[in-house]
């Protein structure tokens, strides 16, 4: 954690989920390893449904044996119900729901 106490610009550097957890899957194959990731929890106020279609469109989601996730409706998302249902749909082929609320 950097201080910031004199309200400096602190960089930030924003990646795709599917490169993220397959950087995290290269640290394992190290081991020899099979990397299946148990639990990947996701709160992030609205940008969900941009990291779900990249982690679909990837196949990354597949290696993932339980999901947590918030939905959270802001207008300016373009088509979010539609985007919602898809990717529900999808989830649905992969893993099942045990509880669930949408927005």
């Not at 599917?18 to 390893?33: N, P, Q």
């Amino acid at each position: 954690m950097v201080d910031n106490t004199e309200n400096q610009k602190i960089p930030l550097e924003i990646r795709e989920g599917a490169g993220v957890i397959r950087d995290i899957m290269k640290i394992d194959r190290e081991k020899k390893e099979v990397v299946i990731i148990d639990l990947l929890h996701v709160n992030c106020e609205g940008c969900e449904w941009e990291m779900f279609e990249n982690l679909i469109e990837t196949g990354v989601l597949q290696t993932i044996s339980s999901i947590q996730f918030s939905s959270h409706y802001f207008s300016q998302v373009p088509d979010l119900v539609s985007r919602y249902c898809k990717i529900k749909e999808h989830l649905r082929k992969t893993h099942y729901m045990v509880w669930g609320q949408s927005f």
